[in-house]
């Protein structure tokens, strides 16, 4: 074959084997046409990948066969899927047409590989990242395996990114943060979530990842210990119930084959990503993280007894050990929005130890690791919670309403995949979950669309609240509605769901037509009374009222924000004589011209910073306002539109969102050298108020003795408690990590923490 020329006989062997591996752990599912197909699509991809290698220099063929062994044996996906998988770039990145994977593999595996393929040409959109994620979006209602394609896809380029230069990996691992991981838990792919997150983790916060990650190997050996010693005591309760329940089960009440309940255990340390969180929630010590790990019992037993033999087994560890009663979590009688179900609790093991204990079925246990891949498998079981039918409705109807671009649709995608949710009811009991934060006008969209629009009033638990109040669970709300009413601009800001606010945002739009329409009739008739055409002065009189569109001047004309007067222009035959306006030129975007020598204040500059190879004087730049960056922080470059270069912390509040979405505007950035300059950096003091000298130790810690310039700082007290917030000036990182060691030191100081603004 004409591509493995391009390899040597050592990576001719290495791809065979990995293809021969992913056909081997594929054989039992494989049925009718499935093997030929395999096997075509691995030939396809190999001869269309030829010369082709990865950053790393292995050969490219290598990525998309493990991308295609991720979704067999990681995520559970079917031939069609795996077959897809192997050809998922071919179209994007070589001469492959889809024209030829549709005459070749049938329309399903096209359909699959198209929603996979990036659309080309995006130059004149304002993210072109936005717009090929939304083209893989719009997938989900109609092929889900596009999108656990894309997870497989995303998986392996985290898992073999170090070859990637440094501003590759923020924008990816931001990308990956800001959709693919809460799409993950949406799904219900816990291992691919968790595996996500650790990595972004490990490319953001470095420090933090190893810090973590070498304290979990410390601990293994006392860790495997105590897991033994929590389950002794259970392993003889445990076995009881297994020989009672089989001897029923072996009873005339079960027909052939009789089932089985067996069950195991295991013990696992919780996700690095997951452990920093906590760290950095609760502000303690590694030593002081009682839930490092949970314990895992899964019981084999038929969908039938499955509640009633997890709620047997809590019972027995309770009886063992004492339960923390409101860690209890019941998701095995109401599953979560994912289709998660367990029981948790928290219980006090041996030596006084908080330990988390997770129960669940065989069944529970693969939808829980494998999510959606492994919810379709026992779809076909009598009440199976329909979780992501209810979910893909949602993103469906989401989908019918228009967008004004790629990044208003992510923004409203983006809500359907909330991670913590509440459980509200109608006045007749049924029950609707909604994300966290959710407010009573939420619940009114989520009930139906019409209800949404005409809502007057809302009742919680039957008092009258304001629209933007906030769901707890078990709240009861009712929607009185009134058929005159409509949407307000207002009501977006007391939305929280996408369906909601592309709803309230659809209505006003086609209000907005509504009164545009009229705007437009009454310039029509102004124009006929100085007999001026229409069509020939419609696009000027846009341009002269400094409106961005026709439409633009239609509903302003409506709405009297824009008074025409055509009596103020000459008309030559049917032509108005407008009067030509000046127009300023938008500042440009990056490197500055040599006559430019003002800008920001030199403050807010700095000249020890590469970006791309040339120094940042190139660049009309400053340092970003909202995480103002230190010497020695890791920071990345910003392109805006209009206002130069902005120089970002990479653990800004606000990297994640630009990074994902303007991925193309991003730039490496680093710091070239040791310099003199000094850096504003804002803090959060908290501690113990003792009401006497608390300002003072601070001021003679900071001023007197680490020599740092106090630039303002601000102190309020309240029932014992204190929180100040202090700005010093530093010159680097080590210089601010020194002064909030030296800070946390004192006497009755409980926390310091960098902010941004």
Not at 164 to 193: C, D, F, N, W
Not at 641 to 662: E, Q, V
Request: net charge neutral.
């Amino acid at each position: 074959m004409a591509a493995t020329k391009a390899f040597t006989q050592k990576e001719y062997k290495d791809i065979e084997r990995a293809f021969e591996n992913l056909y081997t752990q594929m054989e039992s599912k494989l049925v009718g046409d499935d093997a030929k197909n395999l096997r075509k699509g691995y030939e396809v991809a190999l001869e269309a990948h030829g010369s082709q290698r990865r950053k790393s220099g292995e050969p490219y063929i290598l990525h998309p066969i493990e991308v295609a062994r991720i979704c067999t044996e990681e995520i559970g996906l079917g031939p069609t899927a795996v077959v897809a998988a192997l050809l998922h770039d071919v179209v994007e990145d070589t001469p492959v047409s889809k024209e030829s994977i549709l005459e070749t593999f049938g329309p399903k595996i096209a359909k699959i590989v198209d929603g996979l393929t990036k659309i080309d040409g995006l130059y004149n959109v304002e993210s072109p990242q936005a717009e090929n994620l939304k083209k893989v979006l719009s997938t989900l209602v109609e092929d889900v395996r596009v999108i656990l394609i894309k997870m497989a896809d995303r998986l392996h380029n985290l898992r073999t990114i170090d070859s990637m230069p440094q501003h590759k990996k923020l924008r990816i691992a931001a990308e990956t943060s800001y959709i693919y991981a809460p799409l993950a838990h949406r799904l219900g792919l816990y291992t691919v979530k968790t595996e996500f997150e650790d990595i972004i983790l490990k490319i953001n916060e470095p420090e933090n990842y190893n810090y973590i990650h070498s304290k979990i190997k410390d601990t293994e050996a006392t860790r495997t210990e105590y897991i033994k010693d929590f389950f002794k005591p259970l392993e003889r309760k445990l076995e009881m119930l297994e020989k009672e329940t089989n001897y029923r089960y072996q009873s005339n009440l079960f027909p052939d084959p009789k089932p089985v309940f067996k069950y195991r255990t295991q013990g696992r340390v919780k996700a690095i990503s997951s452990i920093n969180n906590k760290l950095k929630t609760k502000k303690i010590p590694f030593e002081k993280i009682y839930d490092l790990f949970a314990i895992r019992i899964i019981a084999k037993v038929p969908k039938e007894d499955e509640k009633r033999i997890c709620w047997q087994i809590y019972s027995m560890v309770t009886d063992v050990y004492k339960p923390i009663p409101e860690r209890l979590k019941d998701w095995v009688t109401s599953p979560k929005s994912n289709g998660y179900e367990s029981l948790h609790t928290t219980v006090i093991g041996p030596d006084g130890k908080y330990v988390e204990v997770q129960i669940r079925s065989e069944r529970m246990d693969e939808i829980s690791e494998r999510g959606f891949a492994a919810h379709w498998k026992y779809k076909g079981i009598k009440d199976e919670n329909s979780v992501y039918d209810r979910w893909l409705n949602n993103i469906r109807e989401m989908l019918d309403e228009q967008h004004s671009d790629a990044i208003e649709f992510i923004n409203d995608f983006k809500t359907n995949l909330f991670a913590e949710e509440v459980y509200v009811f109608t006045p007749k009991g049924d029950m609707k979950v909604l994300p966290k934060g959710a407010t009573a006008l939420d619940f009114a969209f989520e009930i139906h669309s019409d209800i949404g629009y005409k809502t007057t009033a809302l009742k919680v638990n039957d008092k009258i609240v304001p629209m933007g109040f906030k769901l707890e669970n078990g709240d009861r709300v009712e929607v009185i509605t009134n058929n005159n009413q409509k949407p307000k601009e207002a009501w977006l800001k007391m939305v929280v769901t996408g369906k909601a606010r592309s709803k309230i945002r659809s209505s006003m739009k086609e209000e907005r037509r509504k009164q545009g329409e009229m705007g437009k009739e009454a310039l029509d008739r102004k124009l006929k009374r100085v007999k001026a055409d229409f069509d020939l002065n419609i696009d000027e009189l846009v341009k002269y009222y400094d409106t961005t569109s026709r439409a633009d001047l239609y509903y302003a004309i409506a709405n009297d924000t824009i008074k025409v007067n055509l009596k103020e222009f000459a008309v030559e035959g049917k032509k108005l004589i407008i009067p030509k306006k000046s127009q300023n030129d938008s500042p440009s975007i990056g490197k500055k011209a040599p006559s430019d020598t003002h800008g920001k204040e030199q403050s807010s500059k700095a000249t020890n910073i590469i970006v791309n190879g040339d120094p940042i004087d190139m660049y009309e730049h400053e340092l970003a306002s909202c995480c103002n960056p230190v010497q020695g922080d890791s920071i990345f470059g910003f392109l805006t539109l209009g206002a130069g270069l902005k120089i970002h912390r990479i653990s800004c509040k606000n990297a994640t969102n630009l990074l994902a979405k303007y991925g193309y505007r991003v730039l490496s950035a680093e710091w070239s050298n040791i310099s003199n300059k000094e850096f504003v950096v804002d803090l959060k003091v908290t501690g113990i108020d003792s009401g006497i000298g608390v300002i003072n130790n601070l001021i003679n810690e900071i001023s007197n003795k680490l020599k740092v310039n106090i630039r303002s700082f601000s102190i309020n007290g309240n029932e014992g408690y204190f929180e100040g917030d202090l700005s010093v000036i530093v010159k680097n990182k080590d210089q601010l990590h020194v002064v909030m060691s030296s800070v946390l030191a004192l006497e009755g100081i409980a926390d310091v923490q960098r902010i941004e603004k």
